[in-house]
C-alpha cells in the first residue's frame, strides 16, 4: 500500500503517468482492470461518463453506470461548502456500495464472509445476489436495525454480543478455515483505491464550477473514504482533512485508536463529534436543505457548522436516515 503512494500522488500532480513493474498492480486497483507495464495513463479516465437517459441493461448497472451521485452546495463564503450525497448509491443507499463492490471484485470465492454495522452489511448481501455469492454477515448488537433488510435479501447473518463491529472480526476465523473468504473491509487496500475514483468523481463535478476545496470533512470508520479524499485533494490542491470520530456512539463511525489503517497515511486533523451533535446536525439539514441526511452525515455536517475558518468545504455525506428511524425512536 505505502509504495503505491508516491505513483498515485505523481498520477495526481501530472494528470498521466506510465505505468512501471512496481506500480501496475496498484493502477490496476484503482481503474479496477489490468494495468500493464510501460501502460500510459491518464487521471481523465477516471471520471464519471454518465448516461443521460439512465436506463440500464443489469441491475448492477445502477451502480457503475449511476455515477455520479449528486454534489451539492449546502454553505455560501465565505464558508462555502459542497456535500457529495452518497444515498443515490442504488443497493444500501449509502457510500458503501462502492467499497463493498471494490472488496468483491479484489477477492475470489464463492463464500464471502463480512462484519458490518449496517450499510456493508446490505452492499455485500445485494452484490452477492447479483454475482452469485454465498455472504455470511457478523453483526455487533448495535446494527440490529439491518436485520429486516439482510432476512428480504436472504443473507445469513448473526448478532454478536458485542458493541463494535471490530470486536466481531474473531468471529469470522471459523468461516475462513472452512473455506470462506473475507473480504475485509478494514484492512483491504481496495476501500482505499475505490475512494480514490470517488474523489476523481467529485473533482470532476466541482470543476465545472471552478471550485477547489480547501478542507475535507468526512467521517472516519474504516479511513477508507475519509483517507483516500484527504490524501487526492491534498495532493492536488493542498486541501486539509477533518476526520469526524464520535465521542461516544454514532452508526458508522469509529475512534481513531481503535484500528485504523489507512488514516495513518495522511495528515488529518481529528476531531470529536457526539450522538446529540450528530443529531444537531441532522436536523439542521433537513430544516435548512431538504436533506433527510443518517447520523455519521449529521456529524460531518455538525463539524463543519462550527468550524471558523474561510475557505471552500467538502463534505461527504454516507447515507441517508431512514435506516435511524428506530434509533431516534428511542432516544
Given at each position: 500500500?505505502?509504495?503505491?503512494?508516491?505513483?498515485?500522488?505523481?498520477?495526481?500532480?501530472?494528470?498521466?503517468?506510465?505505468?512501471?513493474?512496481?506500480?501496475?498492480?496498484?493502477?490496476?486497483?484503482?481503474?479496477?482492470?489490468?494495468?500493464?507495464p510501460g501502460e500510459?495513463?491518464?487521471?481523465?479516465?477516471?471520471?464519471?461518463?454518465?448516461?443521460?437517459?439512465?436506463?440500464?441493461?443489469?441491475?448492477?448497472?445502477?451502480?457503475?453506470g449511476g455515477w455520479?451521485?449528486?454534489?451539492?452546495?449546502?454553505?455560501?463564503?465565505?464558508?462555502?461548502?459542497?456535500?457529495?450525497?452518497?444515498?443515490?448509491?442504488?443497493?444500501?443507499?449509502?457510500?458503501?456500495?462502492?467499497?463493498?463492490?471494490?472488496?468483491?471484485?479484489?477477492?475470489?470465492?464463492?463464500?464471502?464472509?463480512?462484519?458490518?454495522?449496517?450499510?456493508?452489511?446490505?452492499?455485500?448481501?445485494?452484490?452477492?445476489?447479483?454475482?452469485?455469492?454465498?455472504?455470511?454477515?457478523?453483526?455487533?448488537?448495535?446494527?440490529?436495525?439491518?436485520?429486516?433488510?439482510?432476512?428480504?435479501?436472504?443473507?445469513?447473518?448473526?448478532?454478536?454480543?458485542?458493541?463494535?463491529?471490530?470486536?466481531?472480526?474473531?468471529?469470522?476465523?471459523?468461516?475462513?478455515?472452512?473455506?470462506?473468504?473475507?473480504?475485509?473491509?478494514?484492512?483491504?487496500?481496495?476501500?482505499?483505491?475505490?475512494?480514490?475514483?470517488?474523489?476523481?468523481?467529485?473533482?470532476?463535478?466541482?470543476?465545472?464550477?471552478?471550485?477547489?476545496?480547501?478542507?475535507?470533512?468526512?467521517?472516519?470508520?474504516t479511513s477508507g473514504?475519509?483517507?483516500?479524499?484527504?490524501?487526492?485533494?491534498?495532493?492536488?490542491?493542498?486541501?486539509?482533512?477533518?476526520?469526524?470520530?464520535?465521542?461516544?456512539?454514532?452508526?458508522?463511525?469509529?475512534?481513531?485508536?481503535?484500528?485504523?489503517?489507512?488514516?495513518?497515511?495522511?495528515?488529518?486533523?481529528?476531531?470529536?463529534?457526539?450522538?446529540?451533535?450528530?443529531?444537531?446536525?441532522?436536523?439542521?439539514?433537513?430544516?435548512?436543505?431538504?436533506?433527510?441526511?443518517?447520523?455519521?452525515?449529521?456529524?460531518?455536517?455538525?463539524?463543519?457548522?462550527?468550524?471558523?475558518?474561510?475557505?471552500?468545504?467538502?463534505?461527504?455525506?454516507?447515507?441517508?436516515?431512514?435506516?435511524?428511524?428506530?434509533?431516534?425512536?428511542?432516544?
Amino acid at each position: 500500500m505505502l509504495e503505491c503512494l508516491p505513483h498515485l500522488e505523481r498520477l495526481l500532480r501530472e494528470g498521466r503517468y506510465v505505468a512501471d513493474g512496481g506500480s501496475a498492480g496498484c493502477f490496476s486497483a484503482v481503474f479496477l482492470r489490468e494495468v500493464r507495464p510501460g501502460e500510459a495513463l491518464s487521471l481523465e479516465e477516471l471520471y464519471p461518463r454518465p448516461d443521460v437517459r439512465r436506463v440500464y441493461d443489469a441491475p448492477l448497472d445502477l451502480l457503475l453506470g449511476g455515477w455520479p451521485t449528486p454534489l451539492v452546495k449546502v454553505g455560501e463564503a465565505p464558508r462555502e461548502a459542497w456535500a457529495k450525497l452518497e444515498w443515490y448509491n442504488p443497493f444500501s443507499r449509502s457510500i458503501k456500495d462502492r467499497t463493498t463492490y471494490a472488496l468483491v471484485r479484489s477477492v475470489g470465492g464463492d463464500r464471502l464472509v463480512e462484519v458490518s454495522s449496517g450499510n456493508v452489511a446490505i452492499a455485500l448481501g445485494v452484490l452477492g445476489a447479483l454475482l452469485g455469492k454465498k455472504v455470511k454477515i457478523y453483526l455487533p448488537s448495535a446494527a440490529r436495525y439491518v436485520e429486516p433488510v439482510l432476512d428480504v435479501l436472504g443473507v445469513e447473518h448473526e448478532v454478536l454480543d458485542v458493541t463494535m463491529t471490530i470486536e466481531a472480526l474473531e468471529h469470522i476465523r471459523g468461516d475462513v478455515a472452512k473455506g470462506a473468504v473475507h473480504t475485509n473491509q478494514f484492512e483491504n487496500d481496495a476501500n482505499f483505491f475505490m475512494h480514490i475514483r470517488t474523489a476523481a468523481e467529485i473533482d470532476w463535478q466541482l470543476s465545472s464550477r471552478g471550485v477547489r476545496p480547501s478542507y475535507v470533512i468526512a467521517g472516519a470508520g474504516t479511513s477508507g473514504h475519509s483517507a483516500a479524499l484527504g490524501f487526492y485533494f491534498g495532493v492536488k490542491y493542498g486541501a486539509r482533512l477533518i476526520a469526524v470520530q464520535p465521542s461516544d456512539w454514532i452508526p458508522g463511525l469509529r475512534r481513531v485508536e481503535s484500528g485504523m489503517k489507512w488514516i495513518r497515511y495522511v495528515p488529518a486533523e481529528v476531531v470529536d463529534v457526539s450522538f446529540e451533535e450528530a443529531l444537531e446536525g441532522v436536523k439542521a439539514l433537513a430544516r435548512g436543505f431538504g436533506l433527510l441526511a443518517g447520523l455519521s452525515s449529521g456529524a460531518v455536517y455538525f463539524e463543519y457548522l462550527r468550524r471558523k475558518s474561510e475557505g471552500t468545504y467538502l463534505m461527504v455525506f454516507p447515507d441517508d436516515l431512514y435506516k435511524y428511524l428506530d434509533i431516534l425512536k428511542q432516544r
